[in-house]
């Protein structure tokens, strides 16, 4: 059976490697809390990274994941019990080890429990089937649709009756012919039948029954090695079935759990007061149309409302975006507010905005300034520019480069040279970048470039921030002496009350 609630012709691969450079986005869009908020169970923590960072970019693939989603919001307890379920099979599971072993005895042994202990998850999984069928989304429909199909009263009760039979009550018939040269062939293995205890006990007329004495050891040996190899073929068939079995639940658990990771997100924004949207799929070349997006990642670890913000449509065909304006006004955070989105949107899920309208990327990369490179020094450029070099060569047309204050660890007239030079090569290639940046003359070097928007964060007239990205061209400050009189308040205020204290 196939489950395809993520595509759909085919599994998922739930245990494919992170794509390069994952490491690096977690951090820098920081989508620590949002992954530990997903995940779905403590022996699930890849699930639902695997998902998230392997970018869907076909519109019907988003749509369909997004329509599923649709019908777990309405009905959480569809993907719940489904998840639930699936885990409880698993767990059945857990004690098969005390029959292993590398005959094939044991291994049909092995088996045959394992599908036996499978039998009431797979009734009770068929009984909820029927709810399956009725809902809206194809993903959802078309596996209740099969399971219907395929676990009817009849396969149930004909798999209960074979587990019956493989325990042999009446042991194990197999005929061997013996061959022209005197020795054995290959047993077959005889299909189970009613026997009387008379004949069972004292054999047939015309046919030889012999007893091992007590002590034979070899003759007990050669006995087994005659069973094993009758039940060889029975083994591996079973064995099979039962792996088949194992599968098909370990993939409904984490399919479906990548769904229930999903109404963790959605009740946590929730309570943070943050609405959501199902994000449409613009064709590629289109313009980003973004409105009321809020920080997915405040949101979730402070537990609060952030500040919304805008990216009104930009010229067609614009593949820039720079971000300007006074320190702490917001800039990092609309910017991985835009990251966390576009990953939010690809994986086929809502989006914390009230519009969003973007084109899927076939990739997504980051190249943010770390708390190590905020002083200057060569070694510090020189691992920039290492990460930036790991960016450009995996970097492919219609992907999207997120750069934070790139090539800071350097003066401004260097880190401008550098940046400049990186970043029309990128866009020559088709690649999309958003671009925060305290060096006025990188920003200014777009200013009359076609297709290219500036936002810069608001600072009000008494110095404060709002938070607020509003269209407009880059200023040559910063405006970082407001800080330090902030800061010099601050440090004024306490005095005065250690004072009177």
């Not at 923590?45 to 369909?64: G, S």
């Not at 022209?180 to 062939?185: A, F, H, Q, V």
């Not at 149309?289 to 009104?312: F, H, K, Q, Y």
């Not at 010229?315 to 991985?336: D, E, I, Y």
Request: proline share 6%; aromatic share 6%; glycine share 8%.
């Amino acid at each position: 059976m196939k489950v395809r609630l993520l595509f759909p012709d085919r599994d998922a691969d739930l245990t494919a490697a992170l794509p390069d450079g994952t490491d690096d986005l977690i951090a820098d869009l920081d989508l620590g809390p949002v992954l530990e908020m997903m995940r779905p169970d403590r022996d699930l923590a890849e699930l639902c990274p695997v998902v998230l960072f392997h970018l869907l970019t076909d519109a019907d693939e988003i749509v369909r994941r997004q329509q599923i989603l649709a019908d777990a919001l309405a009905e959480p307890d569809l993907v719940e019990t489904l998840f639930d379920l699936a885990g409880r099979a698993l767990q059945s599971q857990r004690g098969l080890w005390m029959y292993g072993g590398r005959t094939a005895d044991s291994l049909l042994v092995k088996a045959r429990h394992g599908i036996e202990a499978f039998l009431p998850p797979l009734r009770e999984l068929a009984g909820f089937a029927a709810r399956l069928v009725g809902v809206r989304s194809a993903g959802l429909s078309e596996l209740g649709h099969r399971l219907v199909d395929t676990l009817d009263a009849g396969y149930l009760d004909d798999l209960t009756v074979l587990v019956r039979q493989l325990q042999f009550p009446d042991g194990v018939r197999t005929r061997v012919r013996v061959q022209p040269t005197g020795l054995l062939g290959r047993p077959e293995l005889l299909p189970p039948r009613a026997v009387s205890w008379w004949t069972h006990r004292f054999g047939r007329p015309g046919r030889v029954r012999f007893e091992l004495p007590d002590r034979d050891e070899a003759g007990a040996q050669a006995l087994d090695a005659l069973r094993n190899d009758a039940l060889y073929e029975l083994a591996l068939t079973v064995d099979r079935a039962h792996v088949r079995l194992l599968a098909f639940f370990t993939q409904l658990r984490g399919e479906a759990g990548f769904y229930v990771g999903c109404l963790q997100l959605y009740r946590r924004l929730a309570d943070a007061g943050v609405g959501v949207c199902w994000p449409e799929v613009a064709a590629p070349g289109e313009p980003w149309d973004v409105e009321g997006l809020s920080s997915l990642n405040i949101a979730v670890r402070e537990g609060t409302r952030p500040v919304p913000n805008d990216l009104v449509p930009q010229p067609s065909g614009s593949q820039l975006v720079v971000l300007t304006g006074a320190n702490q006004g917001g800039k990092t955070t609309f910017l991985r507010s835009l990251g966390s989105a576009q990953l939010l949107a690809q994986a086929g899920m809502f989006v914390p905005a009230v519009r969003y309208r973007s084109s899927p990327a076939p990739g997504l990369h980051s190249h943010f300034r770390s708390a190590e490179q905020d002083a200057p020094g060569a070694g510090k450029l020189a691992e920039e520019l290492d990460r930036m070099s790991r960016i450009v060569d995996r970097c492919r047309a219609g992907d999207l480069v997120l750069m934070n204050e790139s090539f800071s660890s350097t003066d401004e007239l260097q880190g401008t040279f550098i940046a400049a030079d990186i970043i029309d090569a990128l866009l020559a290639h088709g690649v999309r970048v958003v671009l925060v940046t305290h060096f006025h003359r990188l920003a200014v070097h777009y200013l009359d470039r076609p297709r290219v928007t500036f936002l810069r964060a608001e600072r009000l007239d008494d110095g404060t921030r709002s938070h607020r990205l509003l269209p407009g061209a880059p200023q040559p400050t910063s405006h970082a002496l407001d800080i330090f009189r902030q800061a010099m308040s601050s440090s004024t205020s306490n005095e005065t009350s250690e004072r009177r204290l």
